[in-house]
Each structure stands twice: as C-alpha cells, then as structure tokens.
C-alpha cells in the first residue's frame, strides 16, 4: 500500500530554510486525482494547513505562510518537498507529509506520513 | 471557523460518545472526521459529513449537514480513546479528547 515518509533536519536555526522531504513507496505521486501536501501541528495544539501540490504541479498554499513557502514534486524521485524561509521559533512544529483527495468539493485527508518534529533555535 | 465540543469527554468502555462540531457558516456536507492518537499522526475517520473512509469501523459514524455536525462512537472500544478533530478546506476544529 502507499505509505509516506519525511525527511530531513530536526533542528533548524532562527532565519534559516526549513526543508523536508517526503519519500512516496508503493505508489506513483504522477497518477493523477491526489493532492500532495503538509500540515503541521505545534505542541499540544490542533492542526494547521500548510499546502499542497497537484501532480500537473499547481500548488496552494496556506495565505499565513505563501510569502515564505515553497512546495515541489521531484517525479524522478517519486517524493515531494517542502521549503519554508525564514523560520522563527513559531515554526516550532511536527511537520506531516501527506496526500489528500478531492470530494464534492472539499479536500480530505487520507494518507498521513508518521510526522517528523522540526525545532527552530540557535 | 469550526469550533468543537466538548473540549474532554470522559468516558469509559462500551459507553457511547456523541462529539459535536459546529461550523461557522454553512458548509452543506464537506466535513471530514479525524482520529489521533497519542504520539501518531491523524487518521481519517470519516468524509462528506457520513461517509466511513477505507478500514473505518461501523461504530464510528458522521452525521449532520450545513452548520452543525456529529460524530458518533456507538460503543468504545480501548483503543478509540483518542483526540478527534473535524475539517473543512484548509480549517481543522480545536479537537475533543475522549479520556477514559
């Protein structure tokens, strides 16, 4: 079955770039009808919406976070990734790859990477 | 804006749980239902306000359509002490915990 992984560093300094990457395994990310993406959660809190990309490459992005975020699929590869510029300790968060798919107009989510933590501190 | 309740639901096995989300304008049926587990990521529960995702037990069930909105535990079992959340777009409500 499709499974997800994220990648990359735990811990990142104040104005750096947050960068990760998720590994799709099991699946193809080019089949159309999915959307690939992240959400992120800050300690004990709820669930925030990051953004998404689509396999013809349209992206969206959360309005908070657009002037700062870049998210792209790497076909070849078979993984999509998520760059975010100039991190604050806000940006403290376990960070979710995941795909979601598209139902009478709403988007659900239902493949989860098991998330990976990204503290931002000098 | 969807706005959970309650916050806790204490409750214990076999017992019925009835967690509530309200949204603040009319979404008709585009609400999903997420479970979450201590230390794990989300799991879908259900889509379209009542429709069981993939693997989903018949004890979890949605209902509800343009504002108000529930989702249903028939009888617990251990493992669905959990944290729900529901969804709509980009929203993610502030969560319930049901505690034993």
């Known amino acids: 079955q499709v499974q997800l992984q994220e990648s990359g560093p735990g811990l990142v300094k104040p104005s750096q770039t947050l960068s990760l990457t998720c590994t799709v395994s099991g699946g193809s990310i080019s089949r159309g009808g999915y959307y690939w993406g992240w959400i992120r959660q800050h300690p004990g809190e709820t669930l925030e919406w990051i953004g998404y990309i689509y396999y013809s490459g349209s992206t969206y992005y959360s309005p908070s976070l657009k002037s700062r975020l870049t998210i792209s699929l790497v076909m070849s590869e078979n993984h999509f990734s998520l760059k975010l510029t100039s991190v604050t300790a806000a940006d403290t968060a376990i960070y979710y790859c995941?795909?979601?798919?598209?139902?009478?107009?709403?988007?659900?989510?239902?493949?989860w990477g098991q998330g990976t933590l990204v503290t931002v501190s000098s | 804006v969807l706005t959970q309740s309650p916050a806790t639901l204490s409750l214990s096995p076999g017992e019925r749980a009835t967690l509530s989300c309200r949204a603040s304008q009319n979404v008709n049926s585009l609400l999903g239902w997420y479970q979450q587990k201590r230390g794990r990521a989300p799991r879908l529960l259900i889509y379209d306000a009542s429709k069981r995702a993939t693997g989903i037990p018949a004890r979890f069930s949605g209902s509800g359509s343009g504002t108000d909105f529930t989702l249903t535990i028939s009888s617990l079992e251990p493992e669905d002490f959990a944290v729900y959340y529901c969804?709509?777009?980009?929203?993610f409500g502030g969560g319930t915990k049901v505690e034993i």
């Open positions: 995941t795909r979601a798919f598209l139902y009478g107009g709403n988007y659900y989510f239902d493949l």
């Open positions: 969804q709509q777009g980009a929203a």
